[in-house]
């Protein structure tokens, strides 16, 4: 019953550390990374200059609006507050 979204930053430590999980053969496969389009980066840009922090309605609305996953919207707003922490 793992709840990750996928990407191995999010798991717990331990599971692909060893050196056969370094082959990439053993466990799960890693997720293709999500290309968003153009129009889509500007909406979620647009969205963080307005609110740094979304709540589920909202996030709800802006995935069916863009046609991506709550998930998705999620992790890129995570990722986009990271990287605004970085520039600071």
């Known amino acids: 019953a793992d709840e ?6 999010e798991s717990a430590g331990g599971e692909r550390a060893g050196p ?3 082959g990439g053969t053993r466990g799960r496969q890693r997720r293709a ?3 968003f389009t153009s129009e889509q980066v500007c909406r979620l840009e647009k969205t963080f200059q ?3 922090y ?3 309605t ?3 609305k802006l995935a069916a609006a863009l046609q991506l996953s709550e998930i998705q919207i999620k992790t ?3 990722n ?7 520039q600071i």
């Open 4 to 9: 990750s979204s996928g990407y191995e930053s």
């Open 76 to 78: 890129w707003f995570q």
């Open 58 to 60: 909202e996030r709800r």
């Open 33 to 35: 990374r999500t290309a």
């Open 50 to 52: 307005r609110h740094k």
């Open 80 to 86: 986009r507050r990271m990287k605004l922490k970085r």
């Open 54 to 56: 979304l709540g589920a």
């Open 20 to 22: 056969a999980a370094e």
